[in-house]
């Protein structure tokens, strides 16, 4: 069975400083992974997505993410964390049933950036 | 343009009332879902529609009956509310061969 796991529920970094959202995922086939962001009393956007081509993923918003088949991980990374950043993120992997796709949510990472 | 939209945006209204949440989507997608996020942010899906055909159904009381009058378009109709139905629900849509979904504002029902 599918299933996803993020492995941070909160996360604190500074201003500037590199960012790393973990997310180990289960799947009995090639997944398809994705990473969405839901900043406060706002909808899901999605930050970047990973369909079997390249293994490291670029995002929106400066975002990427590798996909690793050996460690069955999908971890968001940014280079330099903006006060834009604060929000919510979920990783989700696909789950294929009944001839169709339904997305899998992990319990989220709220991200806090200071000054 | 706004790609997939839902009404009301909040919604308060007391228990045992019977409410709906409308959504539609102009991407011209296949399916579409309903999503229930509850007050950890947890997201879980509750329905998915295929071309106005019913094709995932987690499990939800029956007091929730989704309608589809056409692709476009998937309702949520929720009888008799129960302080426990507070959430935040949100509608989505996919194409059929495609993977990901894209998101409604969503719509916060407080039940009192």
């Known amino acids: 069975a599918q299933s996803v796991t993020q492995l941070d529920s909160h996360v604190s970094v500074s201003e500037g400083t590199p960012v790393l959202l973990r997310c180990n995922y289960s799947s009995s086939y090639s997944p398809s992974l994705f990473w969405y962001v839901q900043h406060p009393n706002k909808g899901l956007q999605l930050l970047l997505k990973y369909t079997s081509a390249a293994t490291l993923v670029k995002g929106i918003n400066g975002f990427e993410a590798e996909f690793k088949k050996s460690e069955t991980s999908f971890h968001l990374t940014k280079p330099s964390a903006h006060m834009s950043d604060a929000a919510e993120y979920f990783c989700v992997v696909t789950l294929f049933s009944g001839g169709y796709n339904k997305l899998i949510f992990g319990a989220g990472t709220r991200l806090a950036v200071h000054p | 343009d706004t790609a997939v939209s839902q009404t009301p945006k909040y919604l308060v209204t007391q228990m045992g009332n019977d409410k709906s949440i409308k959504c539609e989507q102009n991407?011209?997608?296949?399916?579409m879902y309903w999503y229930k996020q509850d007050s950890k942010k947890f997201l879980k899906i509750m329905f998915s529609y295929n071309n106005k055909e019913l094709i995932i159904n987690e499990t939800v009381p029956n007091r929730f009956s989704p309608k589809s009058p056409d692709k476009a378009h998937l309702n949520l109709h929720i009888n008799s509310l129960e302080l426990g139905d507070s959430a935040v629900y949100f509608c989505?849509?996919?194409?059929?061969?495609?993977?990901?979904?894209?998101f409604g504002q969503g719509t916060r029902l407080t039940v009192v």
């Open positions: 989505a849509s996919s194409s059929l061969t495609g993977t990901e979904a894209f």
């Open positions: 991407l011209g997608h296949d399916t």
